[in-house]
């Protein structure tokens, strides 16, 4: 965290640069522009509510489905995007990266900014759902926000890796999405893990977003703070996931500009 902020600090005009042209490149001479945005998650939300009220009608939560769908899909809507955008960015810029140099986590790191200012509008959706079912808020909303953190580090982490083996082998982006279709199911976006066995719980927990979509629905929609020692030991994890994935970045970064 340290290593990559002094790495960065004398570059942040740049990365403000980069972060802009993402985000002016992605919505120019698009019609709805932003709100592009809040369709992704407002789209899985809506099939998901039709699909498990009319077409395989099931109980799967006490709560409004538009609501409990969207407090899954918001989440998801950021990590999905995240890689999409960071995955072929450096291969994207092989211009840049053969002739100047700069920090090349710059790149990776710009396009899960954008996928954040994304974030950001969805949310605004999600207020509104959050008063129009008049949910019950209390005090334990605000773990919302470390739990955004480590969602913000998970996907940087997995953003550096895949980034870096992309350059590498082109299969990475080739399979992105298949991969991150497979991740999609191994996260409770669409169910609960409170309604599955035990031991397919565990498993579930092996992946990082089950924890953390799981207690930003628990915290905000219910109103429960997350139980300490597994925030603990996640915040752990993470934080040497991303220290590892960092220095695989900057080790690989060495040989970028020979092999693009």
């Not at 498990?52 to 769908?69: A, E, G, Q, R």
């Not at 995955?87 to 994207?92: D, F, Q």
Request: charged residues 15%; aromatic residues 22%; hydrophobic residues 60%.
């Amino acid at each position: 965290m340290i290593k990559i902020y002094y790495r960065l600090k004398s570059y942040r005009d740049l990365f403000l640069i980069f972060i802009w042209r993402e985000f002016s490149i992605r919505y120019k001479q698009s019609i709805i522009g932003i709100l592009w945005a809040i369709l992704q998650p407002l789209s899985m939300m809506l099939l998901f509510t039709f699909i498990f009220t009319y077409v395989l009608p099931t109980k799967i939560t006490d709560y409004p489905y538009v609501l409990f769908f969207y407090a899954g899909a918001l989440p998801w809507s950021f990590f999905s995007s995240s890689l999409n955008y960071a995955i072929p960015s450096l291969t994207n810029h092989y211009n840049l990266v053969t002739k100047i140099y700069f920090p090349r986590e710059i790149l990776p790191l710009s396009g899960v900014v954008v996928a954040f200012i994304d974030f950001i509008f969805a949310s605004f959706i999600y207020v509104l759902l959050l008063t129009l079912f008049k949910a019950k808020i209390n005090l334990n909303v605000f773990w919302f926000i470390p739990l955004f953190i480590l969602l913000f580090i998970f996907t940087a982490s997995i953003a550096f890796v895949l980034s870096a083996l992309n350059v590498y082998y082109r299969d990475v982006k080739l399979a992105s999405g298949f991969l991150i279709q497979l991740w999609f199911f191994a996260s409770p976006v669409f169910y609960s893990i409170d309604k599955i066995s035990f031991k397919l719980k565990i498993i579930l927990f092996l992946n990082p977003l089950t924890f953390i979509i799981e207690n930003m629905r628990r915290c905000v929609i219910e109103g429960r703070g997350v139980v300490w020692w597994q925030f603990l030991f996640m915040s752990i994890f993470i934080i040497l996931l991303f220290s590892i994935s960092y220095k695989f970045f900057l080790i690989t970064e060495k040989k970028f500009a020979d092999v693009i």
